[in-house]
């Protein structure tokens, strides 16, 4: 099982990009991001639900940044737009079968792929 995230880099507020995170070894039924700036905790950011198939943001994102999934190329996706310098942070590409009460909950995920930065700058 292994997750391998990639599309982070540097833009400018207001700017976009979008995220990928390919899956080998295995299908994603649940999959998430979650990000971690410098000097603070890891935190969710967005996460599509095998449960009940729906897909929840946290709020500061919400309406800027979409996750999508194309599960014939086991690979998920976070669309983010609209940038804001606080969104700076490693994100990480999350798999596994969380219950609902733990989808925004590290411990709630199995599978972590490496971590790709992302940099707004103002």
């Known amino acids: 099982v292994q997750l391998q995230a990639s599309g982070g880099g540097l833009v400018q507020a207001g700017g976009s990009l979008r995220l990928t995170c390919t899956a080998s070894g295995f299908t994603f039924r649940s999959g998430g991001w979650f990000r971690q700036a410098p000097g603070k905790e890891r935190e969710f950011v967005a996460a599509f639900n095998y449960g009940n198939n729906r897909i929840y943001y946290r709020d500061s994102v919400k309406g800027r940044f979409t996750l999508s999934r194309d599960n014939a190329k086991k690979t998920l996706y976070l669309e983010m737009n609209s940038l804001k310098p606080e969104d700076t942070a490693v994100y990480y590409c999350?798999?596994?079968?969380?219950?609902?009460?733990?989808?925004?909950?590290?411990?709630?995920?199995?599978?972590w792929g490496q971590g790709t930065q992302v940099t707004v700058s103002s």
């Open positions: 999350v798999a596994g079968n969380p219950i609902l009460s733990t989808l925004s909950a590290s411990e709630g995920w199995s599978s």
